[in-house]
């Protein structure tokens, strides 16, 4: 896994820097230590050296002897007693050539030459550090230098092993609050990692069942940082895309029911034209073989050819209109819709007693609205048409016109069979059947499509319900006001 990857790198990482900055720090401080230690063993041989120069000069002052080194011999064990009392230190007295002369401890000076007394053989100053144990001493030579002749060596042994007892024990104290703190910092990047990758490990576990099509995976993190907001943008990105997907799902049924419609309706459409073609066709050959030898047969035949080039003629228009609706919009007037309802109502009145039905109608004067007219007369008939045609037999179609507030309201209502609600919210799709009736009369489904096509140029709107065995159709159009009127007029 490639989160198990990350949190093993931060693991080693971390203990890679803790581990190294360990390390430099241990080296730096005990090299400060080492310094420090250096330059306080130093500043105090200096003064040591100051101290016994002066006291072998006043010794040489004070017995008026010459400075030579046959003098410094003599009074060698005199200034060895004395400067081992004086300076707390070990002393030994050496001549030019680093023969012991005299020391009051010879086991504090080694017999071979080391490195200090060869040193000061030479005429130079140096001293040695020498560590066994918990003891640390120092050999100091230097040699003694009387009205500028050398008359010998003086050689220290000193002791100080309390000051680096003293160096070691802080340098181990501040080791140890070092790897504390070192730890302790470790410990917390540790925890740290783990609270930032193991919601990672969550994240990723998340999104491979999302990849496996699981879209119903949610992350909860309590947390109010960078973390959790990732979180909830995933839980958010995931529930769109389930939206998307259920709206792609709901297109693609759409599709798929507007595919089976369009078949649908070129089988009807073409059953619709076959029929009238093939019975006109055949009229059309035998009164053409025959001509008018049976005139019964010769007016019924011209008669039959009449009303199916009609009906072919209706239903062409009516294509012709939805195509119309869909791309065209008509110039906008002043239009009395009472009085076209009113027309229209008294000319339908014919088809409606074909049927065995009556119009009952109730519309005010002056229902004024901005349209086309051709279209508000088509809105009517096509309205009307249909309650005729769906209503029970022997029904009254109810019309009515009214104003409401700055809108006006058209009420077609007729008694009917119950209608579904699924049923109700398709009736505006093109070529769509509610009754097998509807094929029967001629009818391709556009009369309603075409209804809503006109009042949607017109901002209006329509309501359809079906209530106590009572189709109810409403239209409502924007009234015309007064403003309006007189910027028309």
Known sequence: MMIRKISIKFLIGFFLIFSLSF?????TVKEFIRS???????????????????????????????NNQLYFGEIAKEIAVDLNRMTDS??????????LLYTPDRSAFPSDMQSDLQQAVAGNTAYSITYNGKSTTVLFSYPVIIDGAKVGILRFHKDFSSLYQQTGQILQITLYIALAIFVAAFLFSYILSRHITIPLVQLTKASTEVKKGNLGIRLHF????????????????????????????KDRDHLKQLHEQEKRFFDNITHELKTPLTSILGYAEIIRQNGEKDPIFFTKGMNHIIEESRRLHSMVLKL??????????????IVDAGIILRDVCESMTI??????????????????????R?????????LIDNAIKHSLPGSIVSVKGKRVEDRIEFVFSNPSDPLDSEYISRLFQPFYFVHSVDIEEGSVGLGLSIVKSIIKQMDGAIHITNEHNFTIVTVQLIALSEVEMETSS
């Open 351 to 372: 088809r409606a007693n074909r049927y065995h039905k009556r119009i009952q109608y109730d519309v005010i004067d002056e229902l004024l609205l901005l349209g086309d």
């Open 90 to 99: 070990r002393v030994g007295i050496y001549s030019l050539t680093g023969k």
């Open 222 to 249: 309590k947390r109010k940082d960078e973390i959790g907001r990732l979180a909830e943008n995933f839980n958010d990105m995931i529930g769109k895309i389930s939206h998307q997907i259920e709206i792609i799902e």
């Open 320 to 333: 012709l209109e939805v195509s119309r609706n869909n791309h065209m919009t008509h110039e906008r007037r």
């Open 374 to 382: 051709d279209g508000v007369r088509q809105l009517f008939i096509n």
């Open 36 to 66: 420090s230690n250096q330059s306080l063993v130093t500043d105090e041989l200096e003064g040591l050296k100051n101290n016994s120069n002066g006291y072998v000069y006043q010794a040489f002052l004070i017995n008026h002897y010459s």
């Open 23 to 27: 390390v430099v720090l241990d080296q």
